[in-house]
Nanobody, 118 residues
Framework: QVQLVESGGGLVQPGGSLKLSCAAS????????MNWYRQAPGKEREWIAG????????GHADSVKGRFTISRDSAKTTMYLDMNSLKSEDTAVYYC???????????WGQGTQVTVSS
């Protein structure tokens, strides 16, 4: 069974940086596209960044473009989100998502809290 485990969240001051990781296990071969989502209190979950199966194609939401960067390790088992110039509005629970064509299912991690506050 595919498992996704996020880490790296925490409390950071405005303007600071954090790097989130998403470790994937329980699959053979390679997962397909992977994504980061976030959900702030009282708001819908929103997509913020995605990366293709071999990392050649990435996309970022306008709200984070130029500040956040998604990447994936060469073994395709870990995905990252480098977050710079953090703002208070970036405060949310950040979720890792992956699609595996072998099962035709989407998988989610449990989320990691990011709080941007002085």
């Amino acid at each position: 069974q595919v498992q996704l485990v996020e880490s790296g969240g925490g409390l950071v001051q405005p303007g600071g940086s954090l790097k989130l990781s998403c470790a994937a296990s329980g699959f053979t071969g390679s997962l397909d596209a992977m994504n980061w989502y976030r959900q702030a209190p009282g708001k819908e979950r929103e997509w913020i960044a995605g990366i293709s199966d071999f990392g050649g194609v990435t996309g970022h939401a306008d709200s984070v473009k130029g500040r956040f960067t998604i990447s994936r390790d060469s073994a395709k088992t870990t995905m990252y989100l480098d977050m710079n110039s953090l703002k208070s509005e970036d405060t949310a629970v950040y979720y890792c998502n992956a699609f595996w064509s072998r099962t035709d299912l989407n998988y989610w991690g449990q989320g990691t809290q990011v709080t941007v506050s002085s």
